[in-house]
């Protein structure tokens, strides 16, 4: 049987790449082999850029009403077909079906937001800044843009990217994750659908090299990037270094601090939901919980409910989640799990050895429940990235904040409690760009932006909302003065309005 080759979308058509390079695409419940993607030739990747640069020409002319016309058909063509793109997100991530369509839906409400893009690109104006002389300021789109994205939400993030850049006028180049590119392919083809013109959108499959020399290209004028810290920090050095507006959306560790008023089901709940839900691999995901006090005493419950949950294929309703992406990252997340157990911790639940019968073959990892965790344990260190939560005990909230703000990692956080004075010192002094109060994973709706801190984001201007605008355009500012009479004579001097 021929295995399905994933085309790259190059000067406004689906086509083979001519790459030799390929790689497996697996389902990872199953280890079956979906598809082959490739990755793209240097040619291909300059052809992607080549094409996206031609078509800013006329795409920048097209009205902002016209330009959001083609994001109100895309947002209707995206919901028309939601199932069928969370079926074939689900197939290549292992994400449960209802966790795909989430996934999916996300993406949706940025389109959303999108359709808002006349609105959102309105300039500013001040009338008489002198005698007879008006300021007036207009945004304008930056040219081709690129948008690298990683495989744990393989629908929201590039949503996050090319329909709001494109929006703006820009053109696009996303480069999506090697490890699930049919889900970026089968919205790439929506977009056409919904009436897109040729060449607004490519889209080239590869991997580092293909990203290095797509931060490089001399025609590439912002780059959007979500994924691992290392490699953040290469693309901001690199995209930076080489004159790129550059945004960096990284790693993380994000906490929950429970406090002893909290009330206990609730938390249990959510903490089981924040930190093993998409087997942990969401940039939001809870992986420590900070128990304030007697808060400790929620560990038995804990225990018990992780004990209840259980991983399963991505149309198993009773599956609470799926597999891990691939077999490296199971390899890596068990050799944490190791390292946290030599190093002290106490593992009230261990995952480690779970099996499902029925799919032997899948990257499987059970709930992991860690206690007794210090900060200076390889678990606490490193982001996990699976379905491993951890727990650590403080006396106050003041040192539950102080542990929190010493992390290098600053996306998310939260604090479960039902003291309004309580909630309100967090907000105010954590140090973490996105906070929930008794709200477990904060992840802001479009039309604020995304706005991770710290060592979890590299840049100035953030994802999406007003600033996802801000990042994909450029501010010109007009000073005008119209004359009704002919100048009477010249004045050299600079002048200064006194009063
Ligand atoms: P990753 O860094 O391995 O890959 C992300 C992208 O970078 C992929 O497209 C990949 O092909 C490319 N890439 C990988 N290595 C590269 C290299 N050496 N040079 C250039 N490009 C390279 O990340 P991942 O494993 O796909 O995704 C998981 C990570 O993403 C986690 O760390 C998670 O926290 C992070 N993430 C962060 C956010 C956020 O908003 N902060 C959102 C989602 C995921």
């Known amino acids: 049987m021929t295995v399905r080759q994933i085309p790259l979308l190059l000067e406004g058509s689906f086509q083979n790449s001519s790459s030799t390079v390929r790689q497996p695409v697996r389902n990872p419940a199953t280890q079956a082999v979906l598809a082959e993607v490739p990755f793209a030739t240097a040619a291909e990747v300059d052809r992607a850029v080549a094409a996206a640069k031609e078509a800013f020409q006329s795409w920048r002319e097209v009205p902002a009403p016209a330009r959001a016309r083609i994001m109100l058909t895309y947002q209707h063509l995206l919901k028309k077909h939601h199932d069928e793109i969370a079926e074939i997100l689900a197939q290549e991530t292992g994400k449960t079906f209802a966790d795909a369509k989430g996934d999916v839906w996300r993406g949706i409400e940025v389109v ?17 800044v002198a005698g007879g002389i008006d300021t007036y300021s207009m945004i304008q789109p930056l040219g081709v843009c690129v948008g690298i994205t990683p495989f744990n ?17 820009n053109t696009f180049v ?11 392919i089968r919205l790439a083809e929506l977009f056409l659908e919904a009436g897109a013109p040729k060449n607004v959108l490519q889209v080239v499959h590869g991997g580092q090299d293909q990203v290095n020399q797509l931060l490089k290209h001399p025609d590439v004028h912002a780059i959007s990037f979500v994924g691992s810290a290392p490699v953040a920090e290469h693309i901001y050095k690199t995209g930076t270094q080489h004159l790129k507006r550059v945004q960096c959306f990284a790693g993380a560790k994000n ?16 903490l089981i939901g924040a930190s093993c839900g998409a087997a942990g691999q969401r940039c939001m995901a809870i992986s420590v919980a900070v128990l304030v006090g007697e808060a400790k005493n929620l560990i038995p419950g804990l225990a018990e409910s992780f004990k209840s949950l259980r991983p399963g294929i991505w149309n198993d309703a009773g599956a609470a989640y799926g597999p891990v992406i691939s077999a490296r990252a199971k390899a890596r997340i068990l050799d944490l799990i190791r390292q946290g157990k030599e190093e002290g911790a106490k593992c009230e639940f261990d995952g480690s050895l779970i099996t499902v019968p029925e799919y032997p073959e899948g990257n499987w990892i059970g709930p992991t429940l860690f206690t007794g965790v210090k900060p200076d344990m390889t678990i606490y260190r490193e982001e996990i990235f699976g379905p491993v939560l951890l727990t650590i005990e403080v006396d106050t909230l003041e040192e539950g904040i102080a542990l929190i703000n010493a992390n290098p990692y600053g996306n998310g956080c939260s604090i479960f409690t039902a003291s309004g004075a309580a909630a309100r010192k967090f907000q105010h002094e954590i140090e973490v760009g996105q906070v929930g109060i008794n709200v477990p994973i904060p992840v802001p709706l479009p039309f604020f932006s995304f706005t991770g801190w710290k060592k979890s984001f590299l840049g100035d201007l953030h994802a999406y909302g007003k600033q996802g605008v801000r990042f994909y355009t450029e501010t010109k500012t007009i000073t005008a003065r119209w004359f009704d009479e002919d100048i009477a004579h010249a004045a050299p001097n600079m002048t200064i309005q006194l009063k």
Do not use: R, Y
């Open 112 to 128: 959303e937001h999108a359709c808002n893009i006349s609105s959102l690109m309105m300039g500013e104006t001040v009338e008489n």
């Open 153 to 169: 939400f393989p629908a929201m993030i590039p949503l996050w990217m090319f329909p709001l850049a494109i929006a703006c006028g």
């Open 174 to 184: 996303l480069k999506p994750s090697e490890q699930d590119p049919m889900t970026p």
């Open 255 to 270: 906490h929950m601090i429970v406090m002893p008023d909290a009330q206990p089901q609730q938390v249990i709940n959510n």
